[in-house]
């Protein structure tokens, strides 16, 4: 039982170094709101978010951040 808790011990550390290194990486949401208050809200980049890299990085950062709030909830369980 040890050796298991180790193990999602050591997957959960590398989840929170992934997850701030890829919150890090993500442009400010400040960037979207100067386009709202010029009128330029429906941009070819706008409309294609989902396949470049902010996309990815968003999806990403959800999946990321579900498994850590998992893996958080299994950790403080009694073993």
């Not at 990486?25 to 294609?48: D, F």
Request: proline share 0%; charged share 15%.
């Amino acid at each position: 039982m040890d050796l298991l808790k180790a193990i999602v011990q050591i997957v959960y550390i590398a989840i929170c170094i992934v997850l701030t290194v890829i919150v890090l990486k993500q442009e400010g949401k400040t960037a979207g709101l100067s386009g709202a208050l010029t009128g330029a809200t429906e941009t070819y980049w706008n409309k294609n978010k989902g396949r470049s890299k902010e996309g990815w990085l968003a999806k990403t950062t959800m999946l990321l951040a579900a498994g850590f709030i998992v893996l958080s909830v299994v950790l403080n369980l009694n073993w």
